[in-house]
T-cell receptor, first 114, second 112 residues
Framework: NAGVMQNPRHLVRRRGQEARLRCSPM?????VYWYRQLPEEGLKFMVY????????ESGMPKERFSAEFPKEGPSILRIQQVVRGDSAAYFC????????????FGEGSWLTVV | QKEVEQDPGPLSVPEGAIVSLNCTYS??????FMWYRQYSRKGPELLMY????GNKEDGRFTAQVDKSSKYISLFIRDSQPSDSATYLC????????????FGKGITLSVRP
């Protein structure tokens, strides 16, 4: 896990507020993934990004969720108008090449919606 | 049918036991197979990966893949209390831009 930095580690939001989760990939990694882990569920893929490009967003909910990975700075996962069902652990992962066997995860951001 | 099924838990074993963790899958396109270990409130840690069918050993851990049966296993020898964690199998198709598909995970407890 060393190297993939996520913040905040814990975030509490009231229903209707916005949540912004940040991820800095490991040094030298240009591929970023976001996964969500709901209670009693496995990790579910949300989105895959390279610098300035969304490669695969097939796991993203159609509304309220967006992600970006700008040329400079961390990747951001943004959740607008949060609802209780958004409460989960959000994990960022990075890879140097996008290959499945070199994907490393951060420590996660725990979102609680009250 | 889910793409990846993992044996439900939890699993409790005495220290020193051999542990066998298993997953089955339905997508024949999967070529890379991984096992992650996740401690409570932490991120998944890559333990083992295997490409296609075969065995791979790393210390007390052995990963086994049987593509003909669409079945993968992780064996832990001489289990230790520090092995107590949730174990997740994951897999992906060959090639770049591959997203991981995970099993639900199984929680292992090794009793001293």
């Amino acid at each position: 896990n060393a190297g993939v930095m996520q913040n905040p580690r814990h975030l509490v939001r009231r229903r209707g507020q916005e949540a912004r989760l940040r991820c800095s990939p490991m040094k030298g990694h240009s591929h970023v993934y976001w996964y969500r882990q709901l209670p009693e569920e496995g990790l579910k893929f949300m989105v895959y990004l390279q610098k300035e490009n969304i490669i695969d967003e097939s796991g993203m909910p159609k509304e309220r969720f967006s992600a970006e990975f700008p040329k400079e700075g961390p990747s951001i996962l943004r959740i607008q108008q949060v609802v209780r069902g958004d409460s989960a652990a959000y994990f960022c992962a990075s890879s140097p090449q996008g290959m499945g066997n070199t994907i490393y995860f951060g420590e996660g951001s725990w979102l609680t919606v009250v | 049918q889910k793409e990846v099924e993992q044996d439900p838990g939890p699993l409790s074993v005495p220290e020193g036991a051999i542990v066998s963790l298993n997953c089955t899958y339905s997508n024949s396109a999967f070529q890379y197979f991984m096992w992650y270990r996740q401690y409570s409130r932490k991120g998944p840690e890559l333990l083992m990966y295997t490409y296609s069918s075969g065995n791979k050993e790393d210390g007390r851990f052995t990963a086994q893949v049987d593509k003909s049966s669409k079945y993968i296993s992780l064996f832990i020898r001489d289990s230790q209390p520090s092995d107590s964690a949730t174990y997740l199998c994951a897999m992906t198709a060959t090639g770049a831009n591959s997203k991981l598909t995970f099993g639900k995970g199984i929680t292992l407890s090794v009793r001293p």
